[in-house]
C-alpha cells in the first residue's frame, strides 16, 4: 500500500453547503472525501445529470482500482461569516409566493415559487486555511504511471474556490493489529469496512455521510511513516447510501 499524504491551501474563501440554520448557511471544518475525489479528477460525473448522485457509478470502479481519498482535515483554520442579498435592484419589488417580483400586485401573471434563497450569511472556509488529507493507492497505479495524475491545484465548493495541493512523497505502509489505536484525520463513516471495530469517536452530521474525527478503534491498520495510522479496508462504501 502507498499512501500519499497531501496538504491542501485554501487560496480563495471556499463554501459548502453542510447545514442551513434559517438565515445562516454554514460549513462545517471539513472537507469531505466524496467531494475531494471529484476534485481531483479520480473520478468525472456528466455536466447534466438526470436523478439523484451518481456515486455507484463513479466510485465503485474506484474501489475495484484500490484507489482511496480520506476526508480533509484543517490544521490551520479561519472561518469568515460574510451576507449576501440576492434581491432586485429595482424601484419597486415586492416578496409574494417565496420569490420577490418587480410585477405589482393588479398585474394577472401568476408569479412562481423560487428555491433559493433571497438573503442571509453565509460562513466559510476562510481564504490560507490549510487542511491534510491522504490518497491510498493499494496496486502503485499512481507511482507507475497507470493512474490518475496528481493535480497541483483544485477547484472545491459552491463557489468553485481555488486551492493549492501540496503532495508528499508517497510512504509504503506496513499492515498490522491493535486493539486500540487513535486514526490519523477524518473518516468517513460509510466507508468503513468493519464500523463494529469502532471504539470511540466525535462526528460531524453531514450528507451523504458522517464524517468522524478523534476516531479511536480495534482491528487491522496500514501504519506509515510519520505516524500516519489508517483503518485497513477503506473504501467508498457507497452501496449503503
Excluded at 502507498?2 to 491551501?9: F, M
Amino acid at each position: 500500500m502507498h499512501i500519499y499524504p497531501a496538504e491542501l491551501v485554501l487560496w480563495e474563501h471556499t463554501y459548502f453547503a453542510s447545514r442551513e440554520i434559517d438565515p445562516l448557511y454554514a460549513t462545517e471544518p471539513l472537507i469531505g472525501n466524496y467531494a475531494l475525489t471529484y476534485a481531483l479528477d479520480l473520478c468525472r460525473a456528466p455536466y447534466h445529470i438526470q436523478g439523484g448522485p451518481r456515486y455507484k457509478e463513479d466510485f465503485l470502479p474506484l474501489n475495484e482500482q484500490g484507489l482511496y481519498v480520506t476526508p480533509a482535515f484543517f490544521r490551520q483554520l479561519r472561518m469568515i461569516t460574510t451576507r449576501f442579498n440576492a434581491q432586485i435592484e429595482s424601484y419597486y419589488y415586492r416578496f409574494t409566493n417565496n420569490a420577490i417580483t418587480m410585477r405589482r400586485p393588479d398585474e394577472a401573471k401568476k408569479i412562481n415559487a423560487v428555491n433559493y434563497p433571497q438573503n442571509g450569511r453565509i460562513r466559510m472556509l476562510g481564504q490560507g486555511s490549510r487542511a491534510q488529507f491522504y490518497v491510498l493507492d493499494r496496486d502503485h497505479r499512481i507511482a507507475e504511471g497507470r493512474g490518475p495524475r496528481l493535480l497541483p491545484y483544485i477547484r472545491l465548493g459552491k463557489f468553485m474556490s481555488k486551492a493549492r495541493v501540496l503532495w508528499s512523497k508517497p510512504l509504503v505502509a506496513r499492515q498490522i493489529e491493535n486493539q486500540h489505536a487513535h486514526v490519523s484525520g477524518m473518516l468517513n463513516a460509510a466507508d468503513i469496512e468493519n464500523q463494529e471495530a469502532l471504539l470511540v469517536y466525535s462526528a460531524y452530521h453531514v450528507h451523504p455521510a458522517p464524517i468522524l474525527y478523534d476516531v479511536e478503534m480495534s482491528g487491522r491498520f496500514w501504519q506509515g511513516e510519520r505516524q500516519i495510522l489508517l483503518p485497513a479496508g477503506l473504501h467508498y462504501g457507497v452501496e449503503r447510501l
